[in-house]
């Protein structure tokens, strides 16, 4: 029979003193700690990465689809004040601000929702990452067309001397093309006392944002009796769109008439071919873009026309041309028609856009409303009524 063996009490010591432990024990809960403590270090550093990338590469979309200035804190501002104080009354620019949000909620649906659900801090940091990536793109497209409008330019009008892609300081005014380009519809560029009035910048001839320039027109001509003929049908235009939204490539093809293949298809098939470079998504596809809106639009008159200008460094003002002010009349236009013949007109105008851009298909059309009218399912109905029936009479 063995013997029990024999446990020696463990000796308490008084309460100000700790229970002996070796060093060796203590040394591996001390590690083990730390090694736990690291590890939740990097899992919480990988998830704060993650929504860094997440935030920034979403924002990317604001200023090309929502609005190139105004802040998102304005835009949320906006759509609280109206829950809350439920007025029937709101100025032109606090419209402008909800239809703003309403873009922002279409554009980046999931950020309603965070706003409700994220405390304070955390949603001020989603809106500076996202304002990162929204700034970020607006440069990036800004270099992008410094180059490209300059070879437009030169292919189309052949100006002597050229237009060189790395000099913005012979742009603008001082320069006869962009000069005629940027010149508004009301006066002739063509008249010498005109031209050197808008270059002296006498009080008689004010270029502001008040004014539609040139550029904007179809032919790069403008019927006085009849400002809207042709506004925002310019190939500089449709040219900027192509190279910001879809690629640099398409905007070769701004002379069509929508006529070509699908282009956001096209690119789709283009990055599953096996054996193949790999191929850059394209802008519309990333932020879910199947057409053209009067936002995107503006963005794109903005960028064209500070890319035509001297000036050197993205700002908001130049000269008397206010851009933020210039961005809200392209906006107004499209947005605060005066009534519905004039929302017809744009609605036809926004569908040439969407052809020019994305072509002949319209699957972004196919709502359920519209397949609920077409033959398959009104066939599945009569098939329906047709065994109801049959039920009925057994």
Not at 8 to 26: C, K
């Amino acid at each position: 029979m063995s013997t029990p063996e024999h446990h020696h009490p463990l000796i308490l010591p008084d309460r100000s003193a700790a229970v002996p432990t070796s060093t060796e024990a203590r040394a591996k809960r001390r590690i083990a700690m730390l090694e736990e403590q690291l590890e939740t270090m990097k899992q919480e550093r990988g998830t704060k990465q993650r929504k860094t990338t997440y935030y920034v590469a979403q924002g990317r979309a604001i200023r090309r689809t929502v609005a190139l200035y105004t802040s998102l804190e304005d835009l949320i501002a906006e759509n609280d004040r109206r829950y809350e104080e439920l007025q029937e009354s709101s100025t032109a620019e606090q419209d402008r601000l909800q239809r703003g949000y309403i873009a922002l909620a279409q554009a980046l649906p999931w950020v309603h929702g965070k706003l409700a659900e994220l405390d304070v801090d955390d949603c001020e940091d989603m809106r500076k990452k996202l304002k990162k990536g929204a700034d970020a793109a607006r440069g990036d497209d800004t270099s992008t067309l410094k180059d490209l409008v300059a070879a437009w330019v030169n292919q189309d009008f052949h100006p002597s001397p050229l237009i060189r892609s790395d000099d913005k300081q012979s742009r603008g005014f001082a320069h006869n093309v962009c000069g005629k380009l940027l010149c508004p519809a009301e006066w002739d560029w063509g008249n010498d006392l005109i031209k050197a009035a808008i270059r002296d910048r006498t009080s008689d001839f004010i270029v502001s944002e008040n004014s539609w320039p040139l550029f904007l027109y179809e032919g790069y001509a403008v019927n006085g009796n009849d400002l809207e003929q042709g506004l925002f049908k310019s190939k500089v235009l449709v040219q900027a769109f192509k190279a910001v939204f879809t690629s640099p490539s398409s905007a070769k093809e701004a002379d069509g008439d929508g006529d070509g293949a699908d282009i956001l298809e096209n690119n789709r098939r283009a990055r599953r071919q096996l054996n193949q470079a790999k191929v850059k998504t394209c802008v519309a596809s990333i932020i879910n873009i199947r057409k053209v809106s009067p936002r995107s639009i503006a963005y794109i008159v903005c960028q064209v026309r500070f890319a035509l200008s001297s000036v050197s460094s993205w700002r908001s003002v130049d000269g008397d041309f206010d851009y933020e002010g210039f961005w809200n009349n392209v906006v107004d236009f499209f947005e605060d028609c005066p009534g519905p013949a004039a929302q017809r007109r744009v609605t036809k105008l926004l569908e040439w856009w969407t052809r020019k851009i994305f072509g002949k298909n319209h699957r972004a059309d196919l709502t359920p409303e519209v397949v609920s009218q077409m033959s398959v399912t009104a066939l599945a109905e009569q098939r329906r009524a047709l065994e109801d029936a049959a039920f009925d009479s057994d």
